[in-house]
């Protein structure tokens, strides 16, 4: 029993190619998840493209896949309607909503392919796309435990856990996860600290092998846009050491951080944890990293 991790797109808010992005990539949000030969992808930025082109390359063969949303802003739904594999008879897609009954997902994918948008629309599309929900926020999907929770994000905002066997992956991206967002002092707080984040995303989090959270700003950036439904990168590394995490992948990176300063942020990232004597592993999420997670939490390090 394997989890493998691929990374597809890790911007944030709008697609940035170009050569001081080219090390980390500028493709939108999408990261697959492979466990025992079940997908489960999340997110539809820019970079299911380059994954519809991957899958394309493996043959003929029916494809059945499950589709999880973090939320329906554009940057996450956009490069749905290039995602190849969709266009392809016999190939077989779930859309998850995150409670019953909840089709939402699946109808906005769905406006953005009308006409006045989009020259195809989504019913014609040659895949069976289907809609189905997790229930009362849990459900067992081809043997995988998937669970989801509610985040602070404008509009609302999902993540979701995935765990077999004790292996576990959380995607948890555009989050707004600091508790004091109203505090005029915000600059001002001991910088050294651990801050107060939600408990119940912590517990959510507990444990797992991989952490893939939205940490977009620095902490110079974030006071100017408090509410903005995005975390600070050090946030988010307090949030892997409260909840211990083995691995975090710092996720959604800002469309105007050059490859630079996400080195940067990452080498500030990675000494915050170890000043709070974690030995969580913090690395930043990258276009064509493949994570491949085989045990439950033990402390091994990330070969990055």
């Not at 170009?18 to 930025?45: K, P």
């Not at 699946?106 to 929900?133: E, N």
Request: some cysteine; aromatic content about 10%.
């Amino acid at each position: 029993m394997s989890f493998l991790v691929r990374f597809w797109g890790v911007r944030g808010s709008i697609p940035t190619p170009g050569l001081q992005t080219h090390r980390y990539g500028g493709n939108t949000s999408c990261v697959e998840l492979e466990v025992d030969g079940v997908r489960f992808i999340c997110d539809a930025g820019s970079g299911i493209r380059e994954l519809g082109i991957d899958l394309m390359e493996e043959g003929p063969k029916p494809l059945t896949a499950h589709l999880f949303f973090s939320h329906m802003h554009w940057d996450h739904i956009q490069g749905f309607p290039f995602f190849t594999p969709v266009y392809v008879p016999n190939n077989h897609f779930t859309i998850w909503g995150p409670r019953t009954g909840d089709r939402r997902f699946a109808r906005l994918l769905g406006g953005q392919m009308r006409s006045s948008y989009f020259p195809v629309d989504f019913h014609d599309l040659g895949g069976t796309i289907s809609a189905d929900d997790l229930g009362d926020g849990e459900r067992v999907i081809d043997g995988v435990r998937v669970r989801v929770f509610h985040q602070h994000h404008p509009g609302v905002s999902f993540a979701y856990r995935f765990e077999k066997n004790g292996v576990s992956v959380v995607y948890a991206t555009d989050s707004e996860i600091d508790l004091d967002l109203d505090d005029p002092e915000l600059p001002l707080r001991d910088p050294g600290a651990l801050r107060g984040v939600p408990q119940d995303l912590v517990a959510f989090c507990r444990g797992a092998n991989l952490l893939i959270a939205d940490g977009q700003y620095t902490d110079e950036e974030y006071p100017k846009v408090v509410g903005w439904g995005h975390a600070r990168a050090t946030t988010i590394v307090d949030l892997a050491v409260l909840a211990e995490v083995e691995q975090l992948a710092v996720f959604h990176h800002d469309p105007m951080h050059t490859d630079e300063e996400i080195s940067d942020l990452i080498g500030h990232c990675q000494q915050r944890a170890a000043s709070h004597g974690s030995d969580v592993t913090v690395f930043g999420a990258r276009e064509g990293f493949e994570l491949r997670l085989d045990r439950p939490p033990g402390r091994r390090q990330t070969q990055y």
